[in-house]
């Protein structure tokens, strides 16, 4: 069964920076896409970013491609997503999720989903 485990939320001025964390456990192969989704209130879970590293394959929503970098540290199993530029907007909170084989960014194609960090961005 693969553990998902969000860290590096927090509180930012507009304009700043916040890096999450995603420890990952439990896969079994090499061959996970990783994902970034997110959620604010009363609005439905979008998604971020994935990642498919065996393929060398970056995927990124609009509103955020070009401030937010996702990448993943095989050796350590963990993924991380470097978000600059902050903006109010992103107030949100965070979710990694991972699924195998292929890269999808529909949030019903992931399988496994960790708890969630949240990230608050102040004007």
């Known amino acids: 069964q693969v553990q998902l485990v969000e860290s590096g939320g927090g509180l930012v001025q507009a304009g700043g920076s916040l890096r999450l964390s995603c420890a990952a456990s439990?896969?079994?192969?090499?061959?996970?896409?990783m994902a970034w989704f997110r959620q604010a209130p009363g609005k439905e879970r979008e998604f971020v970013a994935a990642?498919?590293?065996?393929?060398?394959?970056?995927l990124y929503e609009a509103s955020v491609k070009g401030r937010f970098t996702i990448s993943e540290d095989t050796t350590n199993d963990t993924v991380y997503l470097q978000m600059n530029s902050l903006k109010p907007e992103d107030t949100a909170v965070y979710y990694c999720?991972?699924?195998?084989?292929?890269?999808?960014?529909?949030?019903?194609?992931?399988?496994?989903w960790g708890r969630g960090t949240q990230v608050t961005v102040s004007s």
């Open positions: 990642i498919f590293s065996s393929d060398d394959i970056e």
């Open positions: 439990g896969r079994t192969h090499s061959k996970y896409a």
């Open positions: 999720a991972a699924r195998p084989f292929f890269i999808v960014t529909a949030r019903d194609g992931y399988n496994y």
